[in-house]
């Protein structure tokens, strides 16, 4: 979280869940079987439940997965396991309630590790997301591996990206390689696990863990060449990738009046052009810097 906060938007400037309920309508009829919400938080939005039950009874959506920060979220747990979300990810930056507290500016730290117990109990599939930063967490890598120990879980590394306020274009002390070395310093004995098209972790396994572990490089963005993602924000900004600064507003069209094949047609000719990878795609920026938070453009 920004020291100084994030400004929230006016309702009438976010998309409905009418407006997001007939994209993903769109989408699925054009083959996209899998949907993640995220943030910002998601459950702050009211109704969201009503609104995840509206897309688990849509036909030809397969998955919906939730990204969350837990804050909200451990009496919704069974909820969500009974209208079938297919897997939480739980961003959880450190396993120290003080380093917790100065990253995320919040004194929530035992509601998120309620939340974590809940999901587990439940049986729902459980990612925790680390995004590693330099002064603030690097010495939560070796405990938040040791999870996997006892928990059939996930820990994902994230290399952090500069959508903070901050230059894009300084060193990663903490990248992929950094974060890998650590791992294998403390576990000589780690293995890579084959990496699915499409994926963007490179994933370890910990011999007699039950959990697995896996690298984002969000920044060295060395998975680019197969990712096959597309991100819309709150407000219907359509992005191809995280380091463009929007193709369409979607929203726009559609309280514009656009039919849904002129919608489909957009959405074709941006995935047909999107950029070969998160380098051209911050330099089609048009000269805008990387200000942007992952608060508001969705973690």
């Not at 500069?162 to 004995?189: C, M, V, Y």
């Not at 600064?245 to 919608?263: C, V």
Request: proline fraction near 5%; include cysteine.
């Amino acid at each position: 979280m920004p020291q100084e906060g994030i400004d929230y938007l006016p309702r009438e400037d976010l998309m409905t869940y009418e407006e997001l309920t007939r994209l993903v309508k769109i989408l699925v009829g054009l083959g996209i079987d899998k949907v993640r919400l995220t943030g910002g938080e998601p459950f702050l939005r009211k109704d969201m439940m009503k609104f995840l039950r509206m897309l688990s009874g849509l036909k030809g959506l397969d998955q919906v997965h939730i990204t969350t920060n837990g804050t909200l979220t451990s009496g919704l747990v069974s909820e969500l396991k009974s209208i079938g979300i297919r897997s939480v990810n739980l961003s959880l930056d450190s396993l120290d309630r003080d380093r917790f507290f100065n990253i995320t500016r919040r004194p929530v730290f035992d509601q998120v590790m309620q939340t974590f117990e809940q999901i587990l109990k439940v049986g729902i599939p459980l990612k925790l997301n680390m995004v590693v930063m330099e002064q603030h967490n690097v010495q939560d890598i070796i405990p938040m591996a040791e999870l996997t120990r006892e928990y059939p879980i996930a820990v994902r590394y994230i290399e952090e990206m500069p959508f903070n306020g901050s230059e894009a274009d300084r060193e990663l002390k903490w990248n992929h390689g950094a974060i890998l070395q650590t791992l294998q310093n403390r576990f000589p004995n780690l293995s890579e696990l084959p990496m699915p098209y499409g994926t963007t972790a490179t994933r370890y396994k910990i011999p007699g863990h039950q959990g697995e572990l896996g690298i984002i490089a969000a920044y060295s963005r060395t998975f680019c060449g197969t990712c096959n993602r597309i991100r819309i924000t709150p407000v219907g900004s359509l992005k191809t990738c995280l380091y463009d600064q929007g193709i369409f507003n979607i929203k726009d069209l559609m309280r514009n009046g656009a039919s849904d094949q002129e919608i489909t047609t957009c959405l074709q000719d941006a995935m047909n052009h999107r950029a070969r990878d998160g380098f051209e795609a911050e330099a089609r920026r048009l000269g805008s810097p990387i200000v942007e938070s992952m608060s508001t453009i969705g973690g």
